[in-house]
């Protein structure tokens, strides 16, 4: 039974040593770059009432919840998603602001996947939400600084893909697609099933141009010819044309910021969040099968909560930003800092007000009595393995 108690349930799991203080360090990268462009820090509960995700919504399925009771009997929830967490923040802490609100957080959520999956069940976000916003600009704000965050954090090899919500939906709308077959395409392009959607298209009547375009869904477009074809087909479905242009418009605003060598345009993608409402990104990199940062608009998702508020904001998942920067051998620097102070017991008192001078200015300081067992070659490796800058002897 005490053996039982060692282990943590499945899909959690233990950071700690080097691991951990590399995990901070990522973290105080990303949080650097999004204070840099001006955006404010902001801490929701872990868990909520189950209404905030509810599926009118459109985040988590009921089913992939961590639910739970209050003592009054209220249905509550571990947050599966931080981004609704803030939408009711905004709107009960800044319901008369007509400026623009720029919030980032980091805190961890929780998804009861499926053990065949594979996937952690609690993992860390860190992302930034960019309320009272409906431009392009705002669009191209946040995917600069999607792009600057895993700049920083160390990869040269990414890609940003983007798309837009509207262009699936109106493809929908347009081919006349019921409910129940629209969420069976989503999934299929989910999981990139592009054959599944051919085949599931194949019979459905539709014009030649709405043929083309449900064709362009497995793609990824970088030329300005190609989206200007997309665009061309579209021209008899508004909704459909409304997407295309936007992300036009964003391709020519990403420029200006010079990053646009780092984002593709995919028509296709979509989102397990139904509350998104127009451009929606996601971004890969080598040595990760799963997205390492998501994001996207939602316009209407404050309106749940009393406020009209356009948005746009994106989370990196850093669990698997981690992961994938040591698949690419790309190194988190942890800073070497401090002192390790070694004394015989009889300096006790010398070592003590050492120590004191040192935390008093800021400097981190370890006391450690010396053990008649261990040599200083072993005080040595200690001080290299909790990265201190400098070993004193107080012999």
């Known amino acids: 039974m005490k053996r039982q108690l060692l282990h943590t349930p ?3 799991r233990d950071i700690y040593n080097d691991e951990c203080k590399k995990k901070q360090v990522l973290q105080a990268q990303l949080k ?19 209404d905030i995700f509810g599926k009118e919504i459109g985040t988590t399925p009921s089913k992939d919840l961590y639910k739970f009771f209050d003592r009054e009997g209220n249905t509550l929830v571990l947050r599966p998603d931080i981004t609704p967490s803030i939408a009711r923040a905004a709107a009960m802490y800044f319901e008369e602001e007509e400026m623009p609100i720029r919030l980032y957080y980091v805190g961890n959520t929780f998804i009861n996947n499926s053990s065949y999956q594979g996937r952690l069940k609690e993992t860390t976000q860190l992302g930034a939400e960019l309320i009272g916003d409906n431009s392009v600009a705002a669009d191209a704000e946040i995917v600069s600084m999607a792009v600057e965050c895993l700049l920083a954090a160390g ?12 262009f699936f939906s109106g493809l929908m709308e347009a081919a006349g697609f019921a409910e129940e077959a629209a969420d069976g395409l989503r999934e299929l392009i989910a999981n990139k099933n592009y054959f599944g959607v051919e085949e599931a298209v194949s019979s459905h009547s539709m014009d030649a ?11 990824f477009y970088f030329s300005a010819d190609e989206m200007a074809k997309a665009r061309r087909l579209a021209g008899k479905y508004p909704k459909i044309l409304a997407s295309i242009t936007r992300l036009e418009e964003l391709h020519q605003v990403l420029k200006l910021y010079g990053i646009d060598k780092y984002v593709s345009f995919e028509l296709g993608i979509v989102s397990g969040y139904q509350y998104y409402t127009g451009v929606i990104f996601a971004g890969y990199t080598f040595g990760s099968g799963e997205a390492i940062l998501k994001g996207g608009r939602y316009d209407r998702l404050h309106s749940y909560f009393g406020k009209n508020a356009a948005s746009i904001g994106f989370a990196v998942t850093v669990d698997q ?13 942890i800073p070497c ?9 009889e300096r006790l008192n010398e070592a003590v007000a050492r120590a004191g001078r040192l935390r008093s200015a800021g400097i981190a300081a370890e006391l450690i009595c010396m053990d008649s067992i261990q040599d200083k070659a072993a005080y040595g490796i200690y001080a290299k393995q909790n990265h201190r800058e400098k070993i004193t002897y107080l012999e």
């Open 337 to 345: 800092e401090g002192e390790l102070i070694v004394y015989r017991k």
């Open 209 to 219: 141009d709405l043929r083309e375009l449900f064709q362009m869904l497995g793609g």
């Open 155 to 166: 990869l040269k090899e990414f890609q940003i893909n983007i798309g837009h919500a509207d």
């Open 10 to 12: 499945e899909g959690v």
């Open 32 to 50: 650097k770059t999004m204070e840099c462009y001006g955006y404010q820090i902001i801490q929701t509960p872990t868990f909520e009432f189950f």
């Open 321 to 333: 930003l981690m992961s994938a920067l040591g698949r690419q051998g790309i190194s988190i620097d």
